[in-house]
């Protein structure tokens, strides 16, 4: 059974742009969770989806977005990138909402020129 | 704000010993706790978890200790090998239906030959 599949693996963009990152999550997994990994701030949590909703949603600012397709599938968005959002994001999934433990992928690296 | 804090960042072990790594919680009301092992370049990999309702769980090689007096959570690594050298994080839930998990700022277990 493959796991949760995160593309791009890396990503160099400048400050301005916008990025899109996809997750794919595990076969039958319904439930997605997105996080952002740094070495200052560890792991914070993201944006939950399930059944194309939104669930949950951490404190980052607006910039920040996502969505669920019908497929499980998700992508999350930033917009106006800025230099403090280079970072390892993580895509993680579960088989419903609230299910636990959750799977995560190993994530795209995006670096902030 | 809540948080899970770790007491070490780094531990290292001689092969073949066991290791203990701690971590604090400081929300009672947290009904799940989850271990993880970051390997380089890697997303984060389940290892165990332990609902609130137990003080211990075993699995391969590895046991998770629960103590809810004092709010602390353990990882006990059996017989240890270089592959067991990454990064630890213990994560809580204290929102219960809610996927969110805040995790710790991890522990580097460095396993030496």
């Known amino acids: 059974k493959a796991g949760v599949t995160q593309t791009p693996r890396y990503l160099i963009k400048t400050r301005g742009q916008q990025v899109t990152l996809s997750c794919s999550p595990i076969s039958g997994h319904r439930s997605v969770s997105w996080y952002q990994q740094t070495p200052g701030q560890g792991l914070q949590f993201l944006f939950e989806y399930f059944s194309e909703t939104q669930r949950n949603k951490g404190n980052f600012p607006g910039r920040f977005s996502g969505r669920q397709f019908s497929n499980s599938r998700s992508e999350m968005n930033v917009s106006t990138l800025e230099l403090g959002d280079s970072a390892l994001y993580l895509c993680?999934?579960?088989?419903?909402?609230?299910?636990?433990?959750?799977?995560f992928g190993d994530g795209t690296r995006l670096s902030i020129l | 704000g809540e948080s899970v804090g770790l007491h070490l960042p780094t531990l290292s072990v001689q092969e073949g010993d066991n290791s203990i790594i701690n971590c604090a919680y400081s929300?009672?009301?947290?009904?799940?706790f989850i271990w993880y092992k970051q390997e380089s370049g890697k997303g984060p990999q389940f290892i165990i978890d332990i609902r609130s309702n137990m003080d211990k769980r075993q699995g391969q090689r590895v046991t998770v200790l629960l103590n809810k007096t004092v709010k602390h959570l353990s990882l006990q690594i059996a017989a240890t090998q270089p592959g067991d050298s990454a990064v630890y994080f213990c994560a809580e839930r204290y929102d219960f239906g809610n996927e969110k998990l805040t995790f710790g700022t991890g522990t580097r277990l460095t396993i030496i030959p």
């Open positions: 929300n009672s009301a947290s009904d799940y």
């Open positions: 993680a999934s579960s088989l419903w909402a609230g299910g636990l433990p959750q799977h």
